[in-house]
């Protein structure tokens, strides 16, 4: 098992693996260019077709940033992760849940140890421009501006600085030094600590932190009710790995930053001050969002005024692309979490694994694995998928299977949709919940019957066996054997 605590040592790591990392030294813009040279390299997920599952792959030759590169499709894998996170990657959702309860908090480190200041930037310097320090890229010609994709979002509550709590938001570069801060509307806590902030007329102090341990970046995806507020989820990345994730004071705020990021923002959310998304592009367009489509530039976010950037050495951008597999991953995994937790609670050993797969972004669609294993357990599969719904608000279908059909392989599972289900019979339907804003088709336009955008059908697909007749959905029985006596290369 490789030790990975920071973006490098992933990298490294990686570099030992076949197939798992590539690297370019041909110039490459970061205005679009990068992202479509890697929708056809590795993006997978909902990213329009052409593409393909690939290696992560690093630019060595940034035009504009000779000093830096950028890494893209870290996590585009879910093999990858789990050989980033040292387990298998159908027992992920497992190690998370295992991690979220048996947290390690974050340690401070000294400014002096801490990597990510090898390199300071103060917004009081002549010629101090966010744009120019930072290679962020653009997915499409028509986003908003450049995003930063993979951004650790660190504050606190202002009314009790030791509840801290960290999250990945959609932050695009508008000036020299201002940041526009985008909240998917709910209970996440930085918004909370946000508002609170603003009602009191104070700025609040957030620290974004780009290119960190791989845990980080997936423990970061974990929300309420697994994580509520006051649950800093840098507690679970430390678990992950079995050591605390170390920090760093910011040099310009009161606010603390991952000690080994590549890259590090100081800045502050300005209370009472909103910005359209697009100003600087009228383009009436966001980014790429993980359902696969672009999203509408927001027309009123938050604002953040940039202090300082802080940076190692030659220093790794992370980006990803928002409907690719690396989305997939980072929120997926966590709700594959949050779900078999829920439902263990509730009626242990009945569910066997759960998968987010890629059709639904990570966040849309779940398959749960459910056993009967007595004529009682009939209906508790159904029980099973509205415990998922409560676990995570934003999904929107779920289809149960048995446990003889392999949840994380969607051909067996549409299988199962075609031989162990009837659309009359097995469909359940719970209309006019509250889920994600990026779907389309929640809009009244789409559907004159919606009280409100944002309100979705959601739907159970019961592909499971009624128990009483698990004899006659019996699936072939091949032999059992070691193949490799045949085949030793295979």
Not at 329 to 342: R, V
Request: net charge negative.
């Amino acid at each position: 098992m490789a030790d990975i605590y920071s973006l490098r040592d992933a990298v490294e790591f990686l570099k030992t693996v076949p197939g798992q990392y590539a690297q370019t030294d041909v110039e490459a813009d970061p205005v679009a260019e990068i992202a479509g040279i890697y929708r056809y390299v590795g993006a997978g997920g909902t990213v329009m077709r052409p593409t393909k599952e690939g290696p992560a792959l690093q630019f060595n030759n940034v035009k504009g940033h000779p000093d830096a590169k950028v890494l893209i499709g870290l996590l585009a894998s879910r093999k990858r992760v789990g050989l980033l996170l040292n387990e298998k990657p159908e027992r992920l959702g497992f190690a998370l849940n295992e991690a979220v309860k048996n947290p390690i908090a974050p340690v401070v480190v000294p400014n002096a140890q801490a990597a990510c200041q090898e390199v300071k930037h103060f917004a009081t310097e002549d010629g101090f421009d966010i744009r120019k320090l930072l290679p962020a890229p653009t997915n499409t010609p028509e986003d908003a501006g450049p995003y930063i994709t993979m951004g650790m979002c660190y504050a606190s509550d202002p009314d009790d600085e030791s509840v801290s709590d960290i999250t990945i938001h959609r932050l695009c570069l508008q000036t020299k030094d201002e940041i526009s801060m985008y909240f998917v509307p709910g209970a996440r806590h930085l918004n909370v600590f946000r508002e609170k902030a603003e009602k009191a007329g104070r700025p609040l102090p957030i620290s974004i932190s780009i290119g960190v341990d791989p845990a980080i970046e997936i423990a970061a995806c974990f929300e309420p009710p697994t994580t509520p507020l006051g649950y800093n989820e840098l507690q679970a990345a430390g678990a992950l790995r079995k050591k605390p994730v170390e920090l760093t004071q910011c040099l310009t705020i009161h606010e603390k930053c991952i000690a080994n990021a590549e890259y590090v923002i100081e800045g502050e959310l300005v209370p009472n001050s909103y910005i359209r998304e697009d100003i600087t592009t009228n383009s009436g367009k966001a980014m790429p969002e993980f359902p696969g489509y672009t999203g509408a530039a927001n027309p009123s976010v938050p604002l953040i005024k940039v202090k300082a950037v802080t940076h190692r050495r030659q220093p790794i951008m992370q980006t990803c692309i928002g409907p690719s597999e690396e989305h997939v991953n980072m929120a997926g995994i966590p709700t594959e979490a949050s779900i078999l937790q829920m439902v263990e609670k509730a009626m242990p050993g009945k569910l066997r694994n759960v998968y987010c797969c890629p059709p639904g972004g990570g966040k849309y669609m779940a398959v749960l694995q459910f056993k009967k294993s007595m004529p009682s357990d009939e209906g508790r599969q159904r029980q099973a998928a509205l415990l998922a719904f409560a676990a995570f608000s934003e999904l929107k279908h779920i289809i149960l299977v048995d446990e003889d059909v392999d949840p994380f392989d969607m051909n067996d599972v549409v299988w199962a949709l075609n031989t162990r289900y009837q659309g009359d019979l097995d469909t359940i339907f719970i209309p006019g919940v509250r889920c994600h804003p990026l779907d389309p088709s929640q809009k009244q336009e789409y559907n004159l019957n919606l009280r409100d955008n944002g309100l979705s059908c959601k739907t159970i697909f019961d592909c499971t066996v009624p128990y009483e007749q698990k004899n006659k959905f019996r699936r072939s029985q091949f032999m059992e054997l070691d193949y490799r006596k045949w085949c030793p290369d295979l």
